[in-house]
């Protein structure tokens, strides 16, 4: 079975395996309980008691009413909001009372999504240029939000950190400039802006939202690059999250799976130049052991499955659990968005198996193999 992300394809070949471990789980459990009831009753009804108790106080969290806060007089700052789901984002907080400060890219080179967000949106959000990687546009957006808080407002409600690229392909094919570029973006990006607006979100009591992947979780192969920005993501934001509790501020992850259609991450376009820049700068020694033939099959069946059906085209999930992760009083440390069940139980148990039972590849039956390998076969 094949799960597609934005962090790469993982080939989970025993998916299986996961409601079996679970079958087992209850079985063992509930012969646990029968020895027990026979042998040492006491016991028997002790475990019962916390077994049920357990589950009962996770089913009264999970049905009870979730207490959210009022947006009005709060404001929230969003990186990324372009496109995807920054730009969903943006457009429901707006839709909740919140004065919204939506980060684009191309704010001031007349970006479609900066220009939507203005026409579709009320006069509390205003869009700001910031390029996560310059420290100039990043100190002026920092003023621009000190000069347009709300009144009363003693300083920033939220920081939503959406801003991210996309790095795909195997590790020796990726350049140190393209390894510095996704770092520089999906990482340093969001300390740089993270570090900017603290000062604001202490006076607030605020909170951080910093969007991960399942690509930090777990590494597949083709996304060696762009798991590292993401693990040291989730990194930062653990450490953040303990060094701001003495300030009363919250940090909380989102971890999106199966998304990769729903942003413009895998637009055919910046697949192309993806693809184009690999080719153009891959060492000839690496080129030659692997041979074009094989190059070529794996960027199209990269292809096959960035832009295929595997992948949720429907954003809304992520944007709810971000709005989440902004609204409700009461927060979790992290947020795994699957998109769909199967995908969620997936990416959730993954790590909790021996990597030769869910051992990842894209060497699909038929497919060639390196030139080098080719050789000496």
């Not at 309980?33 to 999970?62: E, K």
């Not at 546009?137 to 996309?166: C, E, F, I």
Request: aromatic fraction near 10%.
């Amino acid at each position: 079975m094949w799960c597609d992300s934005p962090n790469g394809l993982i080939a989970i070949e025993n998916l299986e395996l996961l409601y079996c471990t679970c079958l087992a789980g209850i079985s063992a459990i509930s012969g646990l309980l029968l020895l027990l009831h026979h042998c040492a009753p006491v016991l028997y009804y002790l475990c019962t008691g916390i077994l049920l108790g357990s589950v009962g106080y996770c089913l009264v969290l999970y049905l009870a009413p979730k207490s959210r806060v009022n947006g009005n007089g709060k404001a929230v700052f969003i990186t990324g909001c372009d496109s995807g789901f920054g730009f969903g984002l943006a457009k429901r907080l707006d839709s909740l009372g919140f004065t919204v400060f939506a980060g684009c890219l191309l704010a001031d080179s007349g970006g479609e999504g900066s220009k939507k967000l203005r026409a579709e949106c009320s006069s509390r959000l205003s869009t700001v240029q910031i390029d996560v990687t310059d420290d100039g546009q990043v100190k002026a957006a920092v003023q621009q939000v000190k000069d347009r808080l709300p009144t009363g407002s003693k300083g920033l409600y939220a920081l939503v950190n959406n801003a991210g690229v996309w790095q795909p392909g195997e590790i020796e094919w990726v350049s140190l400039a393209a390894y510095r570029r996704v770092m520089e973006v999906n990482t340093f990006g969001t300390v740089r802006v993270t570090k900017a607006f603290l000062p604001l979100i202490r006076r607030e009591k605020g909170r951080v939202v910093n969007i991960s992947s399942v690509g930090g979780l777990h590494a597949g192969p083709m996304a060696g690059a762009y798991s590292m920005t993401k693990a040291a993501l989730e990194f930062f934001s653990d450490a953040l999250r303990h060094e701001m509790h003495k300030w009363g501020v919250k940090v909380v992850i989102v971890e999106p799976a199966s998304f990769a259609r729903a942003t413009d991450i895998v637009l055919p376009a910046v697949f192309n130049k993806f693809v184009e820049n690999l080719r153009s700068n891959i060492e000839d020694v690496v080129m030659e052991d692997y041979g074009k033939e094989y190059f070529d099959f794996k960027m199209e069946q990269l292809r096959s499955y960035a832009h295929g059906d595997l992948a949720a085209t429907d954003p809304t999930p992520v944007i709810d659990v971000m709005a989440d992760a902004v609204t409700l009083t009461t927060l979790t440390h992290r947020y795994l968005v699957g998109a769909s069940f199967e995908d969620y139980l997936t990416w959730m148990w993954l790590g909790y198996f021996p990597s030769k039972w869910t051992g990842s590849t894209l060497l699909l039956e038929g497919g060639p193999i390196p030139a080098m390998l080719q050789k000496i076969n």
